[in-house]
Every structure is written in C-alpha cells, then in structure tokens.
C-alpha cells in the first residue's frame, strides 16, 4: 500500500467504533487520541506538505495540521489539538512523524487508490497501523531528506542525543484515583551522561552535598559510579567498590538515598566530614540490611590500607578494611529505600519479608566499625506486595504527609503506606534483635491503599520519585514513565526511546530540572532533555 493510503487508514481507524476496538479513542470523558501517522507523503511535486484537518467527529473535538517542506525536516513536528466535552477542556500535544517521497506517487498508485480527507470508509485490504514499523518510518525520513546528519547533542550537552518517536496511550482507570490516564504520543530527546564503569544499574541520585555530582548504584557488581558535572559537557566518571561491599555491607544493591550532612568523622585539619547516603542490597540472607556511608571521596570506597590520615587511625576498621558508617539489619532482599531525615532515619521496604521497615541508625559508629547497639528498628508487616526478582521496587518518603510510595512492581500498580495506620506494637523476638537495639518494635494491623490500581496500565513499575509535588513513576516492562499527581490522578505517559524491556528503573531529577534515569540491559544513564 502507498503511505498516503496507510495515513488515509490511521485517519479512518479514529472514526467509529473501529477507533474505540482499537484503542486510540477510550470511551470515557477524557479521552485519550493516540494518532499514529508514521508516514504522510507530499503531493506537490516541490514536496511541500498539505494542510490537514482531521475532523474526528467527537463532539467538537479537531486537530489541527501543519504545512512544513518535508525535505528539511528531520525531526518530528508537533501539532495542537484541542478537546471539547461538555466544559471540560484541555489541550493534549499529537506528534506527527512526517517524511516525503523523492516520487509525487508509489508506482501504480491513483488518487482513487490513494484515497481523500473525506474518505469515511477504510481502503480496502489495508495492513493493521503496527505493522508498518518504526524502521520504515526511519528509513522513509532519511529519503526525504539526503544529506543531512543526525543531532549531534544539544549545546553543551557534551553527550550523544537519542531521539525517539514514543508515547503511551495508556488507559486510566476510576479506581484509586487513576482516572483517565491523559497520554500523549510524543518524542523525547535523550542525553546519554555515563556509560563507562556501569553494570546493571540499579538506582540514582544527586549528591545535595557536592553540586552537580551523581551517583550511580550498580546491581550486577556491588560497585558506585560517581559522575562529576553530570549536566555539562565537561563531566567526568569514576567507579568505586568499597574492599567489603560486595560481600556484606553492599551486595546486588537495588537503591540508595542521600541523607543528612553530619557524621562522627574529622579530618586532618579538625573539619568535619560531611554528607551521608544509605544502601540497600538485595542479597535474601536474613541478616542483610541498609548500610550508612559517607559520600566524601577521601574516604568511600578506598581500602583502609590506601587511605590517608586520619582516615585509616586505630579507631577505624574494626570489622575490617571497608568504609561503611553504619549497619542494621534484618531487611533481605530490600528492594527501595527512602529518607525520611532528619538524622540518619531511613525506610526501606522487603520483598521476602513483605515489611516496610523503619531504620534509625542514630550516631555512626566511625568508619568499617560494628557497634550497631544506638540504633533503633520498626517493622511494619504488610500484605498484597509483589516482590519481582532483580527489579527494584522504589520507594518515595513525603514528609509533608508522613507518607510512603512505592512502585508494587509484582501488581502493576502503585500503593501508599502511612506508619499512623499501625494499631499497635509488639517486641521483636531476641533472634531478629540481632544488635540490641535500643528500639526494636514489630507494628501491628498495618495495610497498604492502592493508590495506581493495576487496571490503570502499568506492568512493572520500578523507579518513583516526587519532584515538584508530582509523582514519577517508571514502568520497567514497557520502558514508559508516568507523571501523576500525589492523589494518582494521570496526567502524561511517555514512551522511552531506545530502551528495552526490562531495562528501566530508578530514576531521579537533577539541579538542572531534567529527570536521569537508569537502562539496566545497555548499562547507561540517560537524561530526559524534555521537560516533563
């Protein structure tokens, strides 16, 4: 089929009760239009794009098109549409991918065969809109425009830029606040910002301490990649394995969470050590658990044989040659972590032991030492979470609200968790208060609420942030991100070009404004270079 015949047919499959089987038209009042028109020839033989009204004959709902010369362009173009029901009104981006032919026509093609504006019935024999792919399309825009090379990067960048034709027309669903899910087909530009030295990457988060400074949390090896200047072009990466980290204090870790600025530590000059972060690891052994470092480069990561005085004294090491602040434990295969502040008060949640427990590490023991007996544990038991092997399941502390969210990534859907819901507590048995805690509590009658029910779309949710009082959440499966407010009311969906399936997780905004955000499978960090 000739493509103006593959556009006439996405045109026709909006209208009717085809568009509704299909997908692209929910029948709810906001409406979600996903328009995939990969290729629009130009009949004009100097290649200039006619206008196009598509009238969709829902209500007074139109869209508008655009007039552009195919040959110079080499990315996609936005149009405007606005949608009227009753008085609800809201404006909603529609990406059109546009490419021209070197022809006026396919061979053999008619302006019958072709088909019009006003054609209300599909052409005949005409392949379903998925099997024309993305490839194609590709192919057909580098035809339309010889010669001209791809973005090399947005200025200042310093990165490669990856363009991608995405969005996600996810359907809401009324319950638990999800409704209607407002997704819109549109491209996001990517910056890639680190590459070297990551395995499986996990987690991330900007140091609030250094600015411009990310760390990076890698699954398969235990190790942290610090990227210096991770928003410029003249960033810079390092990879650091702490001596006992992939062995107890950091194994297969799925999160970490900066937290408060003090520490028990001075430097040479008297000066205190700043900056604190938690790790959580995935490791399943019972007496696995967050670990309190410091994210001073002096120190993290260095044997005690190669650091320098005062850092390497007879007051450090204790348990050997690493670098960690502090450990509890008893929360194996720990899947997010959170901080709550101020202090060193962290919550993490359990896949096997389907618990949110709240961790308070109280003053740090020094560096590698192992008196753990100042600190304090709640657990909260909870039920209905589905705990995913090697995929993180994030957590989000709104301190506003004394609130916990976190991405069920076994259910699809999204839950919040509030401490207050407790109806009581009980002492924790002598063989979980492993470090004579000063505080060790099992809370009782403890429940979850669904906050992004399962029917709302999502399949693996991973990585959930709160920027800006949004919430973030990534779908692991289906390398989407989802904005909702803090209520679960949808806002956006997009799709994440060049990111595989089972790729992406954690996520975080950076001092620039831009959310990073990690691929597992290609081993890199990537910034959203759209604002979302």
Same mark, same amino acid.
């Given at each position: 089929?000739?493509?103006?015949?593959?556009?006439?047919?996405?045109?026709?499959?909006?209208?009717?009760?085809?568009?509704?089987?299909?997908?692209?038209?929910?029948?709810?009042?906001?409406?979600?239009?996903?328009?995939?028109?990969?290729?629009?020839?130009?009949?004009?033989?100097?290649?200039?794009?006619?206008?196009?009204?598509?009238?969709?004959?829902?209500?007074?709902?139109?869209?508008?098109?655009i007039?552009?010369?195919?040959?110079?362009?080499?990315?996609?173009?936005?149009?405007?549409?606005?949608?009227r029901?009753?008085?609800?009104?809201?404006i909603?981006?529609l990406?059109?991918?546009?490419?021209?032919?070197?022809?006026?026509?396919?061979?053999?093609s008619?302006?019958?065969?072709?088909?019009?504006a006003?054609?209300?019935?599909?052409p005949?024999?005409?392949?379903?809109?998925?099997?024309?792919?993305?490839?194609?399309?590709?192919?057909?825009?580098?035809?339309?425009?010889?010669?001209?090379?791809?973005?090399?990067?947005?200025?200042?960048?310093?990165?490669?830029?990856?363009?991608?034709?995405?969005?996600?027309?996810l359907?809401?669903?009324?319950?638990?606040?999800?409704?209607?899910?407002?997704?819109?087909?549109?491209?996001?530009e990517?910056?890639?910002?680190?590459?070297?030295?990551?395995?499986?990457p996990?987690?991330?988060?900007?140091?609030?301490?250094?600015?411009?400074?990310l760390?990076?949390?890698?699954?398969?090896?235990?190790?942290?990649?610090?990227?210096?200047?991770?928003?410029?072009?003249?960033?810079?990466?390092?990879?650091?394995l702490?001596?006992?980290?992939?062995?107890?204090?950091?194994?297969w870790?799925?999160?970490?969470?900066?937290?408060?600025?003090?520490?028990?530590?001075?430097?040479?000059?008297?000066?205190p050590?700043?900056?604190?972060?938690?790790?959580?690891p995935?490791?399943t052994?019972n007496?696995?658990?967050?670990?309190?470092?410091?994210?001073?480069?002096?120190?993290?990561?260095i044997?005690?044989?190669?650091?320098?005085?005062p850092?390497?004294?007879?007051d450090t090491?204790?348990?050997?040659?690493?670098?960690?602040?502090?450990?509890?434990?008893?929360?194996?295969?720990?899947?997010?972590?959170?901080?709550?502040?101020?202090?060193?008060?962290?919550?993490?949640?359990?896949?096997?032991?389907?618990?949110?427990?709240k961790?308070?590490?109280?003053?740090?023991?020094?560096?590698?030492n &192992?008196?753990?007996? %100042?600190?304090? /544990?709640?657990?909260?038991?909870?039920? #209905?979470?589905?705990?995913? $092997?090697?995929v +993180? @399941?994030?957590l989000?502390?709104?301190?506003?609200?004394?609130?916990?969210?976190l991405?069920?990534?076994?259910?699809?859907r999204?839950?919040?968790?509030?401490?207050?819901?407790?109806?009581?507590?009980a002492?924790?048995?002598? &063989?979980?208060?492993? %470090?004579?805690? /000063?505080?060790?509590?099992?809370?009782? #009658?403890?429940?979850?609420k $669904?906050?992004? +029910? @399962?029917?709302?779309?999502?399949?693996?949710?991973?990585?959930?942030?709160?920027?800006?009082?949004?919430?973030?959440?990534?779908?692991?499966?289906?390398?989407?991100?989802h904005?909702l407010?803090?209520?679960?009311?949808?806002?956006?969906?997009?799709?994440?070009?060049? /990111?595989?399936?089972?790729?992406l997780? #954690?996520?975080?905004?950076?001092?620039?404004?831009?959310?990073?955000?990690?691929?597992?499978?290609?081993?890199?960090?990537?910034?959203?270079?759209?604002?979302?």
């Amino acid at each position: 089929m000739t493509t103006s015949q593959y556009a006439t047919h996405r045109i026709w499959r909006l209208r009717g009760k085809d568009a509704n089987r299909s997908g692209n038209v929910m029948n709810q009042p906001f409406a979600t239009f996903k328009l995939n028109l990969s290729l629009i020839v130009s009949a004009g033989a100097a290649g200039q794009l006619r206008r196009i009204g598509l009238n969709l004959d829902r209500q007074e709902s139109q869209v508008a098109g655009i007039g552009r010369d195919a040959r110079s362009i080499k990315s996609a173009t936005y149009g405007w549409y606005m949608l009227r029901s009753n008085k609800l009104r809201f404006i909603a981006v529609l990406l059109v991918a546009l490419a021209a032919c070197s022809k006026d026509r396919h061979p053999g093609s008619s302006p019958a065969a072709d088909g019009g504006a006003g054609h209300e019935a599909p052409p005949a024999e005409l392949p379903d809109a998925a099997m024309v792919s993305e490839a194609d399309a590709a192919s057909a825009m580098d035809a339309a425009s010889p010669g001209v090379e791809p973005d090399a990067g947005s200025a200042g960048s310093g990165g490669s830029t990856l363009a991608g034709a995405g969005g996600s027309a996810l359907a809401g669903s009324s319950g638990g606040g999800a409704g209607g899910a407002t997704a819109m087909t549109v491209e996001l530009e990517l910056t890639e910002i680190a590459t070297t030295g990551l395995a499986a990457p996990s987690a991330l988060a900007f140091n609030p301490y250094v600015p411009d400074e990310l760390w990076v949390v890698n699954h398969r090896d235990s190790s942290v990649v610090i990227v210096k200047n991770a928003s410029r072009s003249d960033r810079s990466s390092q990879r650091r394995l702490d001596p006992q980290g992939d062995v107890h204090f950091m194994p297969w870790p799925m999160a970490l969470a900066f937290g408060g600025r003090e520490t028990s530590i001075v430097d040479a000059e008297g000066k205190p050590v700043e900056g604190t972060f938690a790790t959580c690891p995935e490791n399943t052994d019972n007496f696995m658990g967050p670990s309190l470092w410091t994210s001073d480069l002096r120190i993290f990561g260095i044997d005690k044989a190669e650091r320098q005085a005062p850092f390497n004294g007879p007051d450090t090491g204790l348990q050997g040659p690493g670098t960690h602040l502090d450990m509890l434990h008893r929360t194996p295969a720990c899947t997010g972590i959170a901080w709550e502040g101020p202090g060193n008060v962290y919550w993490t949640y359990s896949g096997t032991r389907a618990m949110f427990v709240k961790y308070d590490f109280a003053k740090d023991h020094g560096i590698g030492n &192992d008196n753990h007996a %100042d600190g304090s /544990v709640w657990r909260y038991p909870v039920s #209905g979470i589905g705990y995913v $092997e090697h995929v +993180p @399941s994030h957590l989000a502390y709104d301190g506003a609200h004394a609130r916990l969210y976190l991405a069920d990534t076994g259910n699809g859907r999204v839950v919040t968790f509030e401490p207050s819901s407790a109806t009581g507590s009980a002492g924790m048995s002598q &063989d979980d208060n492993v %470090d004579s805690l /000063v505080v060790a509590l099992d809370m009782l #009658g403890t429940q979850v609420k $669904e906050l992004v +029910p @399962s029917s709302y779309g999502l399949k693996k949710p991973s990585g959930i942030v709160i920027h800006e009082q949004h919430l973030y959440v990534s779908d692991n499966e289906t390398s989407t991100l989802h904005k909702l407010t803090l209520d679960g009311a949808a806002l956006a969906s997009w799709l994440v070009p060049g /990111v595989k399936p089972g790729a992406l997780a #954690g996520i975080g905004f950076g001092p620039d404004g831009k959310l990073y955000l990690v691929d597992m499978v290609d081993n890199r960090v990537l910034r959203v270079d759209d604002e979302l």
